[in-house]
């Protein structure tokens, strides 16, 4: 029988085969490196360390895959979820006054019954919005009302249940102006302390959050948030954190991150890595995996170098779930698990990015 490279990476996937094929054939399957460290769960690193949480997105259609339920449900692992869609608005309020729960409640549900740490997302963003919120024209003192129900509903609902909300959701542009939406067009900028009120009203002990993309280094961008974060302060205007997305590329991870972040600590407030995921172009290859964990450990010691840096939260761990490739084609392998779950990888896998993850978290250099 001819051996065809196709046919010899399906049989080197059999565990019954590998072993009976010739050496050359295994190199066709296992042209990317994997994870060698043996740690015992990021998430215990990450609290040994003084964290609060190593955590991931998760969304409601993946939990019927039981390989990623397994894996997302180990405490040690993940002490933290995110629900990637299923709190924003479009899913929550899909008609003026008329609140749907049933998702995001699946999300809280595993959070409580895993004692992970929940953080909601996100009550104000100018994305995922029904259509009735931009299509009614609605005057100033109408949005108002819509922007308070809407946060406070949302927010006293999940009162006792969530550690933090991303009341604000990307609010700025990247020249630092303010984002052009029906909010800002209707309200100005009053329409971030209209929402802050009233979450901070429905639960006045979840931590309030403004989060953005782009803010994770030194430049105008993060000096724009800043510059916001101290306008709320003047007008006591309830804030206690700032979300620092970061959607990274590989080999472009910043260099300024822990200068940036001390910037937000001397405002007085806690941040946290709120969806971090590093891409890359495909195809991948062995070398842009091991930068992926060079740059996994960049990202991730610079919080453990600053006490404010409460936790990391990766968008989404295993490659499956990704957004990137729907929404940046030609790119992919963003996360620190592979898509791999089929035949012997009865398991995603984990990737040298993993391994960069541990090393930052235990403190060591790379
Ligand atoms: O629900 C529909 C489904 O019915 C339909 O079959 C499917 C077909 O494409 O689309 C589904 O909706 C998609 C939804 O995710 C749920 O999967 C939307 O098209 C898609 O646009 C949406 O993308 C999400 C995106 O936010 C927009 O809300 C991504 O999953 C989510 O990861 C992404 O997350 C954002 C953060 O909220 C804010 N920061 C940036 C980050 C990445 O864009």
Redesign the pocket.
């Known amino acids: 029988m001819m051996l065809t490279p196709a046919l010899l990476a399906f049989a080197a996937c059999l565990p019954f085969l590998a072993n009976a094929l010739p050496q050359a054939a295994s190199s066709a399957s296992t042209a990317l490196p994997t994870s060698t460290a043996v740690v015992p769960g990021l998430n215990d690193l990450a609290r040994s360390a003084g964290k609060l949480y190593f955590g991931s ?1 998760t ?1 409601n ?1 993946e939990l019927n895959d039981t390989t990623y339920t397994s894996i997302l449900e180990n405490y040690a692992m993940f002490g933290q979820i995110t629900p ?2 299923s709190m ?1 608005w479009y899913a929550t309020e899909p008609e003026p006054g008329v609140f749907t729960f049933t998702a995001g409640n699946v999300i809280a549900d595993l959070a409580k019954s895993n004692g992970m740490v929940l953080r909601g ?2 009550c104000v ?1 100018y ?2 919005l029904p259509d009735w919120v931009t299509a009614n024209n609605y005057n100033a003192t109408e949005l108002a009302a819509i922007v308070a129900n809407h946060t406070g509903t949302l927010v006293g609902y999940y009162a006792g249940q969530m550690y933090a909300w991303d009341v604000i ?2 609010p700025l542009n990247d020249n630092g102006t303010m984002r052009e939406d029906v909010f800002y067009d209707t309200l100005g900028d009053s329409y971030i302390s209209i929402a802050l009120k009233a979450a901070r009203a429905a639960d006045p002990n979840v931590k309030l959050y403004i ?1 953005d ?1 782009n803010i994770e280094y030194v430049g105008t961008k993060s000096t724009a948030m800043q510059n916001l974060i101290k306008q709320l302060q003047a007008d006591d205007v309830p804030i206690d954190g700032v979300g620092l ?1 970061s ?1 990274f590329i590989v080999g472009e991870v910043p260099t300024t991150i822990v200068e940036n972040m001390q910037a937000f600590a001397a405002l007085g407030l806690e941040f946290a890595i709120t ?1 971090l995921d590093i891409r890359m172009e495909l195809p991948a290859t062995a070398d842009l995996y091991e930068q992926q964990k060079t740059d996994y450990y960049t990202v991730v010691s610079a919080c453990m170098q600053v006490e404010q840096c409460v936790g990391i939260t990766v ?1 989404d761990w295993t490659d499956k779930y990704s ?1 990137i490739p729907s ?1 940046f084609p030609g790119y992919g392998d963003a996360c620190p698990w592979d898509s791999n779950n089929m035949l012997a990888h009865q398991n995603y896998e984990r990737k040298p990015a993993f391994d960069g993850i541990a090393i930052a978290l235990q403190g060591q250099s790379i």
């Open positions: 997105a969304d259609p990637g869609n924003k997302h996100n963003w994305e995922e959701n990307e989060n993309y997305e959607h969806e968008w957004w929404t």
